[in-house]
């Protein structure tokens, strides 16, 4: 104020003095525009010292604000004429669409403007807490549309040995250049797969990890010879516990000497039981102590995951004998049934219907694995015995004609699986031995009992990142003690679930990137971190997906708008003053110098 | 001086004609040369200095062409009069004397002299230089083109073997070693020549000697070699001032070495080795089994190729005859030799023929042979074995065959044979009867031919006399059904209608696949031989109609299964104890085995992979880490003692990374990839399934809807 009244009034004394100056002096030609000159340029030389600003308004509502976030396009957001509201600590404000309005903290300012009830969301949007208490606004949401890269992966955290591993995702490529998508791990490249451009890709990689712990993977997209983007995949390798297999057969035979071998060589526990005449027996016992199995009971039958039984066993169970093991089916035993005859022989059997093709000369019998299309080697006989398909039945491998031979259904909390195929070691016997395993594999993974875990625990986002909020969900098998959960020897205070006493959560805003050790009670985890940069595609496509939701389940009708008009304050270019500044002056002093002397 | 003037300007003319025109020419011909030389230096693999002679060449055969360095003052001035009209024809005058013109000319000379200077230089006189310099871009970029033929310029830079067998490596070298020099001299039997090298990396043939000589630059106190991780061998100084060590070793084991030079290690070298392959044989001729019958000469040559990679020193065969029947079988056996002198050739053809008569084989005797053959290595190796039989007539003749056993079809075989009987009576009264006659008797054989023919053809379910064992598609019989009366309700007859009951499989296969096959090859034999019977030609048929028997004979000794007789023990029953249906005598046996595990090596390898992934982020080895890691390393050592190409790299990053104090991650890679080719593929096994750990909630959840019976 001070500054600006001191200018003026040295402005106007000069001003005074050039008029008087002008007006004095003798030759009177030109003198009008003399003076305008001289006013001009002590008006612009005012200026220059004080800025000329003007006041624009613009029509605005007042019940709605534009929010400006992360990935807004500069284009879209040039076309908002009304005013933009962007927050403090986003990134947003750096963008170059013209100047936002930064709003510390949104809901302290809704609070302030009461009468704001409709919000415009552009960019990538609010988190989910954010949203959360925007519930009770109208809300429009105008995404991001530049978004190219991976927009989703999944893969699993923890497998066990042998297990396949499979990394699935889509990528989004919007550039004009073939992206090749490449997954290394364990210093190597492992696969790769090239996305052309202007397609969205659904990507699978599948692969048989060899080591045992933690690794991290890497998911690189090259865009020729850059890379675009290098993500992590972590996740862990355990070894896994074997399962205890129980046969009882009513008489040896080939496909039980094979299996048996194959079972003891993997170091499967397993008990073996053949008859020899009525109640009398051989058993092995493989890798397992010994257990009384001359007559089958709760006590034997709970140690075991699998039962294998054929079908003339099955009848000659005794009635104790069968309630026993639908007892222990009801509690989950797992049992594979070997099918050799037309006619069912009663009990379990029985759920299983059945039908018999003429044979047929010489063509042999080519199995599949449903699930993965996996073929095997043909076996070298002829199959007459198929399953009918059911309803309840999950088929597990079929010939290539799609005829039903080994099926599965639940029976209690256990599953109940049937198999026609009588000669399967004669893969075994052709040294396919790759072959036997993963039927073997097959069968035992569907039917073996469930392990219960004591401990799994969900971490919410599922890409945690450095520095933010990461929730931890855990769900225990005791059910009234809190546990102690501590993340990186930190204590943390758990809560629990309202509805399910046995879960707990906790919330953490973890410091370190890379592998963090979870202690829950005495069990020690390991979940990744993410650095920043990482998975950004990914994540801002699902805040996206998350937005959408959201608006989507809360459209809400607006009152009427009230218009208001709103004022902003407008600058005229110091150049332009400049300009002027220039012009007024210089004529003065040509005036003076050059048309004065004609 | 005026006069001068315009004679200058005509010389310049010229001058400047001359050097547009040789500029012309240079262009030209070094166009030429471009692309000549292109095709010389990049496909028939010249020295690059051949272009410059090429342009030499080109360029003095344009120029013997076109000599313009003849072009002429007058030519020049001819030119000028033609191109000036103000010059009037008298260009010439300007090159004459101007004091022997007459005066009229003189005037003239004078005048044209005033207006010369003034003219402009002709564009003429450039010429096709624009044109040229066309040619010369075009054939820049032919040769261009010619250059970047890439497939024709490496097949003709192949190295030579010697080049081969020095490994491209780049080694490190301790700096205390000086000069070093390596001798490797290959074995005898390589038949080549020693080489030398300067690279520590040897790749050599098996038994090869190897001479290592190193100078230090300071003395050493001990310089010793450590093989594969084991072997640590002293060298001795040659003299007092220890600065010249030698050694020599002969190698027969890849592996690799360190070279110490007072404690102080080298990188890891590796052995590469060549082993010497056996020699490889390939009989092209006879096929495996060959059975020659009543007719064919009693010879067969014998074609076989033989291959070695360094020479093959010598070759034979072994034949073993085996002569007569059952019990009274005698084996002889021969060692044929070839009359060939191997003389180390790497490749040599050999064919040998074999008179079966003069070997001492008679009807019914069998041969079989192999080839043996030795390299200058002194590793043998043979051939498969080869049978030649020779039919016996006598015996397909016997009738001992058939009297017993499964007899399928006696009397045509008999009559088979009777054929054959008659066919030989009638050779051998050809002379005695007339020749029409025999050409009856002939035609008649022929007939009978044709009937047996038919009759085994009936067999094989032939309806029509023209084909041989061909499938049928008459279907006439079905006419017939149609005459039967219908019966209501019978299903079969139902069925009949609609099906085609004629190639039903039970009625087919009356023979095995493989048996119609051969009876089928009979009816082709019996087709021949009626065909000889009926042109007159009985004893061209002769052999067709033997091998009918042989094959029929065959056919019948099919169907026959032989068991052979044995003696067995039986304990003798006690028919007390029989049907008691007592079981307290009934043993349960129990066996108990447990699987012990030996092999911890996939383990300790697939820990490995996980510490060592878990250092990417440059975190410093634990001391337990450190343990592992050297377990680890003896794994390698093993790996790499016997495929040093693929492990040895392995190695050294393995034992940097587990003495360093920095971790670089290019050394956990090339450690990583190293143990997941030392893991090989495992089955997979089964998994179990998990169920979330609060299941007493779910079960009892579970348990109610059982209850309530849902």
Request: hydrophobic share 40%.
């Amino acid at each position: 104020m001070d500054f600006k009244l001191i200018a003026i009034i040295i402005c106007s004394i000069l001003l005074v003095f050039l008029l008087f100056k002008e007006f004095s002096r003798n030759d009177k030609a030109r003198l009008i525009w003399r003076i305008l000159a001289s006013i001009f340029s002590v008006a612009s030389l005012l200026f220059l010292l004080i800025p000329l600003q003007y006041k624009t308004s613009a029509k605005q509502n007042l019940n709605e604000i534009n929010l400006i976030t992360e990935g807004t396009e500069p284009d879209s957001a040039l076309k908002i004429k009304s005013a933009k509201y962007s927050l403090k600590n986003t990134e947003a404000t750096e963008l170059k669409h013209g100047k936002t309005i930064q709003i510390p903290d949104l809901f302290y300012f809704l609070k302030e403007h009461p009468e704001v009830n409709k919000i415009n969301i552009y960019g990538y949007g609010l988190s989910l807490n954010e949203l959360e208490k925007l519930k009770d606004f109208q809300l429009n949401f105008h995404p991001s549309n530049n978004i190219t890269g991976i927009i989703d992966a999944n893969w699993p955290n923890e497998i066990k040995t042998t297990a396949q591993f499979l990394l699935q995702g889509i990528y989004k490529n919007t550039e004009s250049n073939t992206i090749k998508l490449l997954l290394n791990g364990l210093g190597k490249s492992i696969d790769s797969v090239n996305i052309k451009p202007n397609e969205t890709v659904n990507f699978s990689f599948k692969t048989q990890p060899k080591q045992i712990g933690k690794a991290v993977f890497k998911l690189i997209a090259l865009n020729g010879k850059d890379t675009i983007s290098n993500e992590p995949v972590p996740f862990i390798v355990n070894e896994q516990a074997a399962m205890k297999v129980l046969i009882l057969s009513s008489f040896p035979d080939f496909e039980y000497k094979f299996l048996k071998k194959w079972l003891f060589d993997n170091q499967y526990p397993l008990a073996y039981r053949s008859k020899i005449s009525k109640d009398k027996y051989t058993t092995d016992f493989l890798n397992l102590s010994n257990v009384n199995l001359n007559s089958i009971n709760q006590a034997a039958l709970k140690q075991f995951d699998v039962l294998i039984i054929d079908e003339d066993e099955i009848s000659s169970l005794s009635g104790a004998e069968k309630s026993t093991m639908q007892t222990a089916m009801n509690n989950g035993l797992g049992v594979i049934i070997r099918i050799a005859n037309p006619k069912s022989s009663g009990f379990i059997s029985d759920k299983f219907s059945r039908f018999e093709v003429p044979l047929q000369k010489d063509k042999g019998l080519i199995p599949i694995i449903k699930d993965d299309a996996k073929k095997f080697n043909k076996l070298p006989y002829d199959q007459r015995l198929f399953l009918k398909a059911s309803e309840n039945n999950q088929t597990i491998v079929i010939d290539n004609n799609a005829k039903i031979l080994v099926t599965s259904k639940l029976n209690g909390l256990g599953k109940l699986t049937a198999s026609t195929l009588s000669s399967t070691y004669n893969w075994m016997l052709a040294g396919n031995e790759a072959d036997y395993s993963a039927y073997w594999s097959a069968l035992l993974s569907k039917t073996a009992r469930k392990k219960a875990k004591n401990l799994a625990f969900k971490v919410l986002p599922k890409i945690p990142v450095v520095n933010h909020r990461t929730n931890f969900v855990i769900d225990l098998a005791q059910n009234n003690k809190v546990p102690t959960i501590k993340m990186n020897g930190l204590v943390l205070a758990p809560r629990q679930n309202m509805e399910l006493p046995f879960q707990w959560d906790v919330t953490n805003w973890p410091k370190t990137q890379g592998w963090n050790t979870l202690n829950i009670n005495q069990t020690t985890a390991s979940v990744y971190i993410y650095a920043k940069q990482n998975w950004q595609t990914l994540r801002n496509y699902s805040l996206i997906k998350q937005n959408e939701r959201f608006v989507q389940n809360n459209l809400k009708q607006l009152s009427k708008a009230k218009i208001s008009e709103q004022i902003t304050v407008n600058e005229v270019s110091k150049w332009w003053i400049f300009i002027t500044f220039i012009l007024s002056t210089g004529f003065l002093w040509f005036e003076s110098r050059v048309l004065r002397k004609n | 001086m005026q006069k001068t003037e315009g004679l200058n300007w005509l010389h310049n003319l010229r001058t400047k004609w001359i050097m547009y025109r040789l500029l012309h020419i240079i262009a030209i011909s070094l166009a030429i040369t471009l692309v000549l030389s292109a095709i010389a230096v990049n496909i028939l693999n010249f020295s690059i200095w051949s272009a410059a002679l090429i342009f030499l060449l080109i360029g003095t055969v344009i120029l013997l062409l076109n000599p313009v360095w003849k072009k002429s003052d007058d030519d020049i001035a001819r030119f000028v009069n033609y191109k000036y009209p103000e010059v009037e024809e008298s260009a010439e005058l300007l090159l004459l004397d101007a004091k022997e013109l007459p005066m009229l000319q003189k005037f003239q000379r004078d005048k044209i002299e005033a207006i010369i200077p003034c003219l402009e230089n002709p564009k003429e006189i450039q010429g096709k230089i624009y044109i040229s310099g066309l040619i010369l871009f075009i054939a820049l970029f032919i040769s261009y083109g010619i250059s970047k033929i890439p497939a024709i310029k490496h097949n003709k830079n192949q190295p030579t073997e010697a080049q081969n067998l020095i490994p491209a490596i780049k080694e490190n070298i301790l700096p205390e070693i000086a000069d070093f020099n390596l001798t490797i001299l290959p074995p005898a039997y390589t038949q080549k020549a020693s080489r030398k090298q300067k690279i520590f990396s040897i790749k050599l043939e098996d038994g090869a000697k190897v001479n290592w000589q190193i100078e230090t630059n300071v003395a050493a106190k001990k310089l010793s070699f450590i093989f594969n991780d084991k072997e640590i061998i002293n060298l001795k100084p040659k003299n007092n001032a220890k600065r010249d060590w030698e050694f020599s070793k002969t190698i027969n084991k890849a592996g690799f070495y360190q070279v110490v030079v007072d404690g102080k290690k080298s990188d890891l070298y590796q052995i590469e080795l060549i082993a010497d392959l056996p020699v490889s044989i390939k009989i092209t001729q006879p096929k495996q089994h060959t059975t020659i019958d009543i007719g064919q000469p009693q010879k067969f040559t014998l074609k076989a190729n033989l291959n070695d990679d360094y020479g093959i020193k010598d070759a034979f065969i072994s034949a073993t005859m085996a002569s007569g029947k059952g019990e009274g079988v005698s084996f002889t056996e021969k060692r044929l030799s070839f009359d060939t002198n191997f003389g180390n050739r790497k490749n040599v053809s050999l064919t040998k023929l074999f008179d079966l008569k003069s070997l001492g084989m008679k009807p019914g005797d069998e041969l079989y042979f192999f080839i043996k053959a030795m390299d200058n290595h002194g590793q043998s190796s043979r051939s498969d074995v080869y049978f030649v039989s020779i039919v016996d007539t006598t015996e397909l003749m016997s009738l001992s065959g058939m009297t017993n056993g499964v007899n399928l079809v006696p009397e045509y075989f008999r009559s088979q044979r009777q054929i054959i009987i008659d066919t030989e009576k009638l050779l051998k009264e050809q002379s005695s009867i007339p020749a029409e006659a025999f050409k009856t008797r002939a035609n008649n054989l022929g007939i009978d031919q044709k009937l047996l023919r038919l009759r085994y053809g009936q067999f094989l379910g032939e309806e029509n006399e023209t084909e041989i064992g061909g499938d049928h598609d008459d279907h006439d019989e079905h006419v017939e059904h149609k005459g039967e009366e219908e019966k209501f309700g019978d299903v079969t007859a139902i069925m009949d209608k609609y099906a085609h009951k004629h190639d039903i499989a039970e009625d087919a296969t009356f023979f095995e696949p493989e048996m119609k096959a051969q009876l089928k090859a009979v009816l082709t034999e019996m087709w021949n031989s009626e065909l000889r019977l009926r042109t007159y030609k009985p004893q061209e048929a002769l052999p067709y109609e033997y091998k009918a028997l042989r094959l029929l004979k065959d056919l019948q000794q099919k169907s026959r299964a032989y068991v052979a007789k044995t003696t067995v023990k039986t304990a003798s029953l006690k028919p007390e104890k029989r049907l008691s249906g007592e079981l307290d005598k009934i043993l349960q046996p129990v066996q108990k085995m447990n699987f012990e595990q030996k092999e911890l090596r996939i383990k300790h390898l697939k820990n490995a992979l996980s510490i060592l992934e878990s250092k990417r982020n440059g975190e410093k080895l634990s001391e337990d880490e450190r343990f592992k890691l050297t377990e680890t390393e003896k794994y390698m050592i093993v790996a790499a003692a016997e495929n040093p190409a693929s492990f040895l790299n392995a190695l050294t990053s393995l034992r940097r990374l587990s003495a360093a104090k920095k971790v670089v991650v290019r050394d956990i890679d090339v450690a990583q990839s190293a143990i997941q080719k030392m893991i090989k593929a495992e089955p997979a096994k089964p998994q179990y399934k998990t169920t979330l750990p609060a299941s007493t909630l779910y079960q009892s959840y579970f348990n109610n809807l059982n209850k309530s019976g849902r």
